[in-house]
């Protein structure tokens, strides 16, 4: 009698499954621990259990499904429905993309946040244009410089090898007179081991979660910009959905987005001091070394407001209102 019950029952689930159900694979490129992947995983569960079964969202971390660099092609072309992806590393692709990785623009969540909202109509326009739908952002900690030699001003940074993430901490580098090589934060530990990395830009979220300890002995707290990485549906695969799942989509969107800002200050000082544990020395950095960035920063601004042009410009006065 029981087996028959729960035979029963089985077959109906299977049946309205077959109806109904629908499993949309995310494809992420940072590793599960930190606080981005995190979010995204809170999101996807909140998302099926409030779905009825209608959509599970099953996230693949650390690249192991599509490559960083992949995953925005990967969604716009409709190859996976939804995808979480660094957006400054697509500043050349329209440079609304990385208006949150122009140094000094925005170096405290407060801001950050300012920023988002002053940008984020423009960044929605720019994905819709691309066929995808903007769901949320999430910041990450505020960048400082890893380094295996001390450094008390750029001139130590000339001719070091640096690990850059995009065109954007590329040009950085070069700036600063370092030699930049491009990897993903899943190929940091490999690029510092063998000698083709010994310095980089990043938050103390990578450098918790990579072990960078392990390679180098400095973290300046540089503070000089908070990027964000979004969670980006495919347009058609989203509208695809039956209403009520539209909004549950959405409904967990905006909570994963207000609870990942609402921590990321706490999270940030708990990598600091992971680092710290660990053997790292994190310290502030020298006022010639503060110049330096921020010589590079107005550099960089004016090269962002160049390209963005006037679309840009209202951005940003925007944001200078708030
Ligand atoms: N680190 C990323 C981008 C943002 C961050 O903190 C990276 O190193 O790839």
New binding site residues.
Partial sequence: MKRFALGVAAAAMLAAGAARAETWDMPV??SAGNHISQSYLAFAQEVTENSDGALEIVVHTAGSLYA?AEILRAVRSGQVPIGGR?M?AHANEDPIFGLDTVPFLATDMEQAWKLYEASRPAIEAALEERGMKLLYMAP??A?GLFSKPEVNSLEDMAGVKF?A??APTSRLAGLMGAVPTTT??SE?SQAFSTGVAEA????G??GVFQKLWDYVDHFYTVNAWI?K?AVVVNRDAFDALDEETRAVVLRAAEKAEADVWANVEEVARGYNETLAENGMKVLAPSQALADGFAAIGRTMSEEWVENAGERGAEVLRVYRAK
Wanted: aromatic share 18%; net charge negative.
């Fill in positions: 490129a940072y960083g660094y400054g990450w900690p960048q690990r993430y995009d993903e934060a940091i980089m830009i990043g938050s979220a990578i990027p990485s």
